[in-house]
């Protein structure tokens, strides 16, 4: 099985910019997480997706949004960018069958790097 | 916020030596996981220990969990330079929309020497 892909990789914006990201599941899984991870603040939970809704939310502005598609990838939205976004976005997914995202195993992709100039 | 705390922050032995890391935790759980990362790159989950067991293997991972005492270790037996990574614990937090999900605590920065 193909494991968790994000794309892109790597990406440089500037200040009041909007950035998509976006996240492929393992096929399968239902249960899309994704978390911020930055050096100071640690790895720090965004949202959580499953079945195209949204089940959980951190506590981020609303300038982070996410939605999930009928195939179950998603994708995540930081609008009006400032220098604090930058960090390692993770998206992790897992099978989540009928229960909750922590009582599995989650699978994560290799994040993509943000950095906002 | 952090609900689990990996203790120490930074760990420095010789390949061969073993690795203890410890997570404490802070509000009752289901389940208790650690998660390895390499340098800047996505995390691989290591294993999962319920809250009913005390004591769980895994290859040259050996993994303890104490709910009385709120704390979990992992042991790394015969290091190699390749264990070099850090090391998280996670437990599932109960958010306001009665689903659950996984917070992480800072990990432990694990050097390994040849």
């Known amino acids: 099985k193909a494991g968790v892909t994000q794309t892109p990789r790597y990406l440089i914006k500037t200040r009041g910019q909007q950035v998509t990201l976006s996240c492929s599941p393992i096929?399968?899984?239902?249960?899309v997480s994704w978390y911020q991870q930055t050096p100071g603040q640690g790895l720090q939970f965004l949202f959580e997706?499953?079945?195209?809704?949204?089940?959980n939310k951190g506590n981020f502005p609303g300038r982070f949004s996410g939605r999930q598609f009928s195939n179950s990838r998603s994708e995540m939205n930081v609008s009006t960018l400032e220098l604090g976004d930058s960090a390692l976005y993770l998206c992790?997914?897992?099978?989540?069958?009928?229960?909750?995202?922590?009582?599995?195993?989650?699978?994560f992709g290799p994040g993509t790097r943000l950095t906002v100039l | 916020s952090q609900q689990g705390e990996e203790d120490p922050q930074a760990l420095s032995i010789q390949e061969g030596e073993n690795a203890t890391m410890n997570c404490s935790y802070k509000t009752s759980i289901n389940n208790l996981q650690w998660y390895r990362q390499n340098s800047g790159r996505g995390l691989v989950h290591l294993i999962l220990?319920?809250?009913?067991?005390r004591e769980k293997h895994s290859g040259r991972l050996r993994v303890t969990l104490d709910t009385s005492k709120k704390s979990s270790s992992l042991l790394i037996t015969a290091s190699r330079a390749a264990d070099t990574a850090s090391y998280f614990c996670?437990?599932?937090?109960?958010?306001?929309?009665?689903?659950?999900?996984?917070?992480f605590g800072k990990g432990t920065m694990l050097l390994v020497s040849p």
């Open positions: 992790a997914s897992s099978l989540a069958s009928s229960g909750n995202p922590s009582y599995n195993e989650q699978f």
């Open positions: 220990i319920r809250s009913n067991e």
């Open positions: 096929s399968g899984h239902r249960s």
């Open positions: 996670a437990t599932g937090s109960r958010m306001n929309s009665g689903y659950s999900t996984l917070t």
């Open positions: 997706y499953f079945s195209e809704t949204q089940r």
